[in-house]
DNA sequence: AAAGTACTTTCCATACTGGAAAGTGGTTGT
DNA sequence: ACAACCACTTTCCAGTATGGAAAGTACTTT
């Protein structure tokens, strides 16, 4: 019944919705798609990653090193549990954070 | 694009969530429903005031002082905006944190 | 050898949160 | 009249957490 702490920080959540969305992520695209900087992804990855909700690799693309975070099925349903905490908070105003099949707006109830 | 920093941390989104999904709503029945301290309930109030996102009344039910929250136009916007960001943010995932007509599960892609 | 890549850590200064306790203004009980 | 109570509001007090800057690590490229 509680936002997850882990998860809820605007930064967390974006990197764990990123995740959710995606089989894997290099650290640099999250980074210029979060727009955040390397400190500040590196501390929250670790911060998902000690919670056990991400899983970090670490692998080269040549001879350049490469990090991927991918999420863990821990993390997969901490972050199914959170958004459901979410919608239970929100929906008694009848608003609507869903998307539509292919993506849509929030409006008042349908 | 971002989430409103006013709106975001927890107390405050119950309070407002609570706030969008009532005309107005008494300052005992918003702290007993979220399980906060009056101190808590108080101070998530006035920063809410302060930002213009709720009106406070207060008035007197027989000769007891009662106060009570209500979303001002601004903060339904604000409510509005913040939750179709999240909306956003989370639904690459392919999540929903939509209710059905009647409330309803979250659950992956319809 | 110097510079660059890809992060990681440390340092730091600033919030922000919540609980406890004290305070305010008015009311009820004895 | 005086103590106790109600309904909050404020103050006090930690304890956390956040982010940017800068320094550090381990290689690789020029």
Redesign the interface.
């Known amino acids: 019944m509680?936002?997850d702490p882990v998860i809820?920080p605007?930064t967390r959540?974006?990197i764990v919705?990123?995740l959710?969305?995606a089989e894997e992520a290099e650290f640099g695209f999250v980074r210029d798609t979060l727009g955040v900087s390397d400190s500040v992804l590196s501390k929250q990855g670790s911060a998902l990653e000690t919670a056990g909700y991400i899983q970090v690799r670490k692998g080269y693309v040549g001879k350049r090193p490469k990090t991927w975070f991918r999420l863990t099925d821990r993390g997969r349903a901490a972050?199914?549990a959170y958004?459901?905490n979410?919608?239970r908070?929100?929906?008694?105003?009848?608003?609507?954070?869903?998307?539509e099949?292919r993506?849509q707006?929030?409006g008042r109830?349908?």
């Open positions: 509680e936002l809820h605007p959540l974006q919705s990123l959710a969305a972050f199914t958004v459901a979410l919608q908070i929100v929906s008694p105003s009848g608003l609507t954070v869903a998307p099949e993506g707006a929030v109830p349908r």
